[in-house]
């Protein structure tokens, strides 16, 4: 090709006719290489199964689902407990797979052409499942040398997966109620002892709790009042004891004095009182004297009235019967009685004031208490009510733990359900011909154009004026067209690029020349 050439349709239209030979070659052999490749392979034969997720039968507003774990995980989880060889090892006695094998290779093996691949869930299903990480199924797939073999396997680890899902569910439910069980115990165990608590706390301070604030300040209030009025009828009380023992010392004076007027004793005392008196008047003045004749007769009348009384004593004296004591007069008496009930009314009075005096100190005192006792109180309520709150949520969570349980164990919950059991294929997925005569096809056209396309880079020939102008890199002068059968056919020239002219192949039969 020449360097510095601008090529059109019609060039590569021309190189495409001059290489098609080296093009079409490759495009033929290479699929057939491709195709007879494939049976240097061992043939692999895969057998698939599809299981479909199902949404719980239970709308989840009223019982969630106990598994909130991805589809997407739970299937990997339960993949690595299926492929375990505790589980693949009965598998293989049973099929009879490890016969002149090693177990652990044949083990490695499944594990190696086991796969799970989820459905991509169409319109319809993202309909129903809103969920982004959501899939309506999954595709197990296994791939042997044996097209019954792998029947067989993929049936195997199918099973083994669904009852594996089942037992998870369940066991994750039933595990979940036993966990909340004995976390209920322990929280009916602390709510029973907060209860205590506040219960001591209760009666430790029976009338100091918050709520009984106001009611102790009615109730001092109201004492307070009672202390005024009983003060009030004490004083009063000792008023009238003060006032009835006066006039009780001026009654009692009275009735003494008139009683020692009647008193033998004090008789003769004034008598002999009178008598020295009467001698001392007579020594100053005469027997006509006022004076003297009044003592005179003072002292006839006590003469008098002391004979009678000892007349009267004399005759006491004869009948053997003994003076009664002085009897009190009843004014007296009743003074006495009327004093000695206000002793009595003082006594009670001052009994009631102490009484309301203490209970004044002790509601006082209750209410200078109530701050800290308030304080104590709100923090055993809030750890009550805490303890209140977290049982009842571990009560409410217990009893939808139980109704999952029940719902997995009736299989009313998301379950996994096999839709299309494992197929027998009738032919091998790999080497895929198809695939590789395809393959082959690719190559091939791509090896084909590519050496068409580095011949056609190699080659230096001149084959029309274009080729002449880009490799003279002046403008052509003269052209000898082609006369006779070949005439309007394009013709190749050769020859060196120096000799200034092309040189025809073919001679000519007429010839033009152009300036």
């Not at 966990?179 to 209860?195: C, I, N």
């Not at 701050?371 to 977290?390: G, I, N, S």
């Not at 011909?433 to 880079?457: I, K, N, T």
Request: aromatic residues 6%; contains cysteine.
């Amino acid at each position: 090709m020449i360097d510095n050439r601008e090529l059109t349709i019609d060039d590569y239209v021309a190189i495409l006719r001059r290489r098609l030979r080296i093009i079409l070659i490759p495009l033929f052999l290479a699929p057939l290489a491709g195709f007879g490749i494939t049976y240097l392979f061992p043939a692999k034969y895969t057998s698939q199964s599809l299981i479909l997720v199902e949404e719980q039968k239970v709308p989840e507003g009223y019982v969630k689902p106990v598994v909130t774990e991805d589809v997407t995980q739970r299937v990997a989880t339960m993949e690595q407990q299926v492929l375990s060889q505790a589980r693949l090892q009965p598998m293989i006695d049973r099929l009879g797979l490890a016969k002149g094998k090693n177990v652990d290779e044949v083990i490695d093996n499944i594990r190696q052409n086991f796969s799970i691949e989820g459905v991509e869930p169409d319109i319809a299903s993202a309909r129903h499942r809103p969920s982004a990480d959501a899939v309506p199924g999954f595709y197990t797939k296994f791939v042997a040398d044996n097209p019954r073999v792998a029947q067989q396997v993929c049936t195997e680890l199918t099973s083994m997966l669904l009852q594996e899902n089942l037992k998870a569910r369940e066991q994750v439910a039933q595990s979940t109620t036993d966990f909340l069980s004995r976390q209920l115990e322990q929280a009916k165990r602390d709510l029973d002892d907060q209860d205590s608590k506040l219960a001591v706390f209760k009666r430790q301070y029976m009338g100091q709790l918050p709520g009984d604030e106001d009611n102790n300040l009615k109730l001092l209030m109201g004492l307070n009042s009672q202390l005024d009025a009983n003060t009030q009828s004490l004083n009063r009380a000792q008023q009238d004891k003060s006032y009835a023992q006066s006039v009780l010392s001026q009654q009692l004076a009275s009735w003494k004095a008139s009683r020692m007027a009647t008193d033998p004793q004090t008789l003769e005392q004034q008598l002999a009182a009178l008598q020295s008196q009467l001698v001392t008047l007579r020594a100053r003045y005469t027997d006509d004297h006022p004076d003297v004749v009044k003592t005179r007769n003072d002292i006839a009348q006590l003469k008098r009235k002391l004979d009678e009384v000892n007349a009267s004593g004399s005759q006491q004296a004869d009948t053997g019967t003994q003076a009664a004591a002085p009897q009190e007069p009843l004014e007296i008496r009743q003074l006495r009685l009327q004093i000695h009930q206000y002793d009595e009314s003082i006594a009670q009075a001052t009994r009631e004031q102490k009484r309301l005096q203490d209970e004044i100190t002790t509601y006082e005192s209750k209410l200078a208490l109530s701050p800290a006792v308030e304080e104590h109180y709100k923090q055993l309520t809030r750890d009550y009510d805490t303890a209140q709150k977290f049982y009842n949520d571990l009560l409410a969570k217990k009893s939808q733990s139980e109704m999952q349980t029940d719902m997995e164990r009736r299989q009313q919950g998301e379950q996994m359900r096999l839709l299309d059991p494992a197929n027998l294929p009738d032919s091998p997925s790999f080497p895929n011909r198809v695939m590789f005569a395809s393959s082959g096809l690719g190559f091939g056209l791509a090896l084909g154009v590519g050496l068409a396309l580095w011949l056609e880079m190699r080659d230096k020939s001149i084959r029309n004026e274009q080729d002449v102008i880009a490799a003279l890199r002046m403008p052509m002068l003269v052209s000898l067209p082609w006369i006779g059968n070949g005439a309007g056919e394009p013709k190749r020239y050769g020859g060196p690029r120096d000799s200034g002219a092309a040189a025809p192949k073919e001679p000519t039969k007429k010839a033009t020349v152009e300036v």
